[in-house]
């Protein structure tokens, strides 16, 4: 089989367009790279069926909280609960910087993630702490938690932007926040 070789000046001297139409011809078939159409379609029914459906149960919930909840409670594991809650923090932000030292782009998740635990502790630690601590708790959100996860949660979507404007296939007429899945 012969096969015609593009030489580097050729391929240099090739307009955006020419370079993605070439591209596409050069990947695999989607049916190589993709799961099949049909377990795509059972899962993203199933998972948007769990998340539409548990919004709508939240709802209730929420409600019925804010009304049925005591002010003040005393809690058990009160020590485990955040010890764990912490171990579970250092180890996001543990795996956020190797992810991120080894240059992966896997690192968009744990830095999304580690941004969250990050509101979620600021959050936790202003509304359960006692009265004469509460400035503290906020200092320390402002100064320290809020920055970071800031920080984490921009440079995840950053990222995802750029990973999805630098994919050779994508259209630049097409913003990174409205490309479509391939599947």
């Known amino acids: 089989m012969a096969i015609d070789r593009l030489s580097d000046a050729e391929i240099q001297a090739m307009s955006d367009d020419e370079r993605r139409a070439l591209i596409r011809r050069l990947q ?10 049909e377990l ?8 948007l069926t769990l998340m539409v459906g548990g919004s ?3 709802i209730p919930w ?3 909280l804010a009304v049925s909840l005591p002010s003040d409670y005393q809690a058990r594991n009160w020590t485990v609960t955040w010890v764990g809650f912490d171990i579970l923090l250092v180890a996001m932000m543990a ?3 190797y992810l991120g030292w080894k240059r992966r782009g896997l690192l968009i998740l744990p830095a999304f993630g580690t941004g969250l635990l990050l509101l979620v502790d600021a959050w936790f630690d202003i509304m ?3 009265a004469g601590d509460v400035w503290l708790s906020v200092g ?7 920055p970071l996860a800031a920080l984490q949660i921009s440079g995840a ?15 630049p007429a097409i913003s990174a926040w409205r490309t479509r899945m391939p599947f």
Not at 28 to 37: K, Y
Not at 40 to 47: K, L
Not at 157 to 171: G, I, M, N, V, W
Request: proline share 10%.
């Open 62 to 64: 929420i409600v019925y």
């Open 128 to 130: 359960t702490a006692d």
């Open 95 to 97: 795996t956020t910087a």
């Open 56 to 58: 709508l149960a939240l």
């Open 28 to 37: 695999l078939p989607p049916e190589r790279v993709l799961p099949r159409p």
């Open 140 to 146: 320390i959100a402002l100064i320290g938690e809020l």
């Open 157 to 171: 979507l950053l990222l995802f932007k750029f990973l999805t404007e630098a994919h050779p296939l994508a259209d």
């Open 40 to 47: 795509v379609r059972i899962h993203r029914r199933v998972r």
